[in-house]
C-alpha cells in the first residue's frame, strides 16, 4: 500500500509538470488579436495615404491651372502682336500717302516758282505769289517733321524689350492717329497757299499778254 502510494505520488507530479509546460509556454506565445499599436499605425498609413493623394490630385490641378494661364497668355500675346502688326501697318500706310502728297506740293511750288520767274522778268511784282510760296514751303516743313516725329514714336512704342500691351498700343495708335491729322492739315494749307500763288501770279497777267500767248 506504502509502494502503490509512492508510485501513485510520483504519477501525479509527473503529471503535474506536464500540465504546468504548456501553460507556462502558453504565456510567452504571441497573442492572435491586434494590439492597439498595429491598429495606429495602420491608421497613420492610411492617413499619410491619403495626404499623398491630395498632393497629387493638387499638383495636378496646379498644373491644369498653370497650362490654362500660359495658353490664355500665348493667345493674348499673339492677339497684342497682331494688333501691333496692324496698328504698324496701318500708320506705315498713311506715313507714305501723305509723304506723297508732300511731294506732290513740292513739285506744284517748283512750277509756280518758275512762273513767277518768267513773269520777274517782265517786271512783274511777284512778291505777293512768293509771299503764298513761302507759307506753303513752311506748311510742308511742319507736315514733314510731323511725319519723323510719327516714325520716331512708332519705332518707340513697338521696338521695346517687353511687348506692348494692348492699353498701351491703343495710346499710341491714339497718339500717333492726331499727328498724322496734324500733318495732313499741314499738307492742306500748304496746297492752299500754293493755289493762292497761283491766283496771284494770274493778276499779273494782263489780258493782252495772254492773246499774245496765243
Given at each position: 500500500m506504502k509502494l502503490l502510494t509512492k508510485h501513485t505520488l510520483m504519477a501525479l507530479m509527473a503529471l503535474g509538470f506536464f500540465v504546468a509546460v504548456p501553460v507556462a509556454y502558453a504565456?510567452?506565445?504571441?497573442?492572435?488579436?491586434?494590439?492597439?499599436?498595429t491598429l495606429e499605425e495602420r491608421r497613420e498609413h492610411r492617413e499619410e495615404e491619403r495626404e499623398?493623394?491630395?498632393?497629387?490630385?493638387?499638383?495636378?490641378?496646379?498644373d491644369r491651372?498653370?497650362?490654362?494661364?500660359?495658353?490664355?497668355?500665348?493667345r493674348q500675346e499673339k492677339l497684342t502682336?497682331?494688333?501691333?502688326?496692324?496698328?504698324?501697318?496701318?500708320?506705315?500706310?498713311?506715313?507714305?500717302?501723305l509723304g506723297a502728297?508732300?511731294?506732290?506740293?513740292?513739285?506744284?511750288?517748283?512750277?509756280?516758282?518758275?512762273?513767277?520767274?518768267?513773269?520777274?522778268?517782265?517786271?512783274?511784282?511777284?512778291?505777293?505769289?512768293?509771299a503764298h510760296l513761302v507759307t506753303a514751303e513752311a506748311?510742308?516743313?511742319?507736315?514733314?517733321?510731323?511725319?519723323?516725329?510719327?516714325?520716331?514714336?512708332?519705332?518707340?512704342?513697338?521696338?521695346?524689350t517687353t511687348p506692348p500691351t494692348r492699353d498701351e498700343l491703343k495710346s499710341l495708335?491714339?497718339?500717333?492717329?492726331?499727328?498724322?491729322?496734324?500733318?495732313?492739315?499741314?499738307?492742306?494749307?500748304?496746297f492752299k497757299a500754293v493755289r493762292e500763288a497761283v491766283e496771284a501770279l494770274k493778276e499779273l497777267v494782263e489780258p493782252d499778254d495772254s492773246e499774245d500767248d496765243d
Amino acid at each position: 500500500m506504502k509502494l502503490l502510494t509512492k508510485h501513485t505520488l510520483m504519477a501525479l507530479m509527473a503529471l503535474g509538470f506536464f500540465v504546468a509546460v504548456p501553460v507556462a509556454y502558453a504565456d510567452d506565445e504571441p497573442s492572435l488579436g491586434v494590439s492597439s499599436t498595429t491598429l495606429e499605425e495602420r491608421r497613420e498609413h492610411r492617413e499619410e495615404e491619403r495626404e499623398e493623394r491630395e498632393e497629387r490630385r493638387e499638383d495636378r490641378r496646379e498644373d491644369r491651372q498653370q497650362n490654362l494661364e500660359d495658353r490664355r497668355e500665348d493667345r493674348q500675346e499673339k492677339l497684342t502682336n497682331e494688333l501691333g502688326g496692324r496698328i504698324q501697318n496701318h500708320i506705315t500706310r498713311f506715313v507714305r500717302i501723305l509723304g506723297a502728297a508732300i511731294e506732290r506740293v513740292e513739285k506744284f511750288i517748283t512750277r509756280v516758282d518758275a512762273r513767277a520767274d518768267e513773269l520777274d522778268t517782265q517786271g512783274k511784282n511777284t512778291a505777293p505769289a512768293r509771299a503764298h510760296l513761302v507759307t506753303a514751303e513752311a506748311e510742308l516743313a511742319l507736315a514733314e517733321a510731323a511725319l519723323v516725329e510719327i516714325q520716331a514714336d512708332l519705332t518707340a512704342g513697338l521696338a521695346t524689350t517687353t511687348p506692348p500691351t494692348r492699353d498701351e498700343l491703343k495710346s499710341l495708335f491714339a497718339d500717333t492717329k492726331e499727328t498724322l491729322n496734324e500733318a495732313k492739315e499741314h499738307i492742306r494749307e500748304a496746297f492752299k497757299a500754293v493755289r493762292e500763288a497761283v491766283e496771284a501770279l494770274k493778276e499779273l497777267v494782263e489780258p493782252d499778254d495772254s492773246e499774245d500767248d496765243d
